[in-house]
């Protein structure tokens, strides 16, 4: 059975839409969930260490190669690449020379393409300013996965989402409700 996979990108609005998401997630999900969210990397300790309080999945910054778990939640404090592992995909954090915003959306969501074959993946592409990871979410949904970029009805900002869709008609653009229960569809079948 493939393992699945939810990557979520966010930036201006996620870390609210991010914790609405993430509390309708039961213990019994079964897919693996990895999040970029945009954020001054001085804060990301208290953002991961505030879901590990709150939630009732385990949550995990990603500080050293991991391989992805079902039922569990990882976050990128900085740029981070979705590998093949010996068993089930890895996920590891990344030297990459300057990116405009930390973690990089596209950097994740565009490593993830290699990973479709093995994986079911469905990306998620939040709230935020600027175009950070439409063309990731663009190359994903081009290679097979399923894609779903935040509608104007519920960003906060839609200036990722709407660059995503614009670039690419066929990625599907959802209210943040119907966000959720997607991503616990996918991880609860």
Known sequence: M?????????????PGHLKKI??????????????????????????????????????????????LKQSNIYICPQNCHLIRGDFAPSIEPVKEGETPYNPSIDTLFSSSVAQI????????????????G??????LQKNGATCIAESEKSAIVFGMPKRAVE???????????DIIQTIKKFGES
């Open 167 to 177: 670039i690419n008609p066929n990625i599907v653009a959802l209210a943040l409700d």
């Open 22 to 67: 993430l509390s309708a997630i039961s213990t019994t999900y079964t897919g693996a969930i990895v999040i970029a969210q945009h954020m001054n990397a001085t804060f990301i300790p208290s953002f991961i260490s505030q879901f590990q309080n709150e939630l009732s999945l385990p949550v995990h910054a990603i500080d050293q190669r991991m391989p």
């Open 2 to 14: 493939k393992l699945k996979i939810v990557l979520i990108g966010a930036s201006t609005g996620g």
């Open 134 to 139: 439409a063309n990731g979410l663009s190359e």
């Open 117 to 132: 074959k093995d994986t079911e993946i469905l990306a998620v592409l939040l709230t935020g300013i600027g175009h950070d």
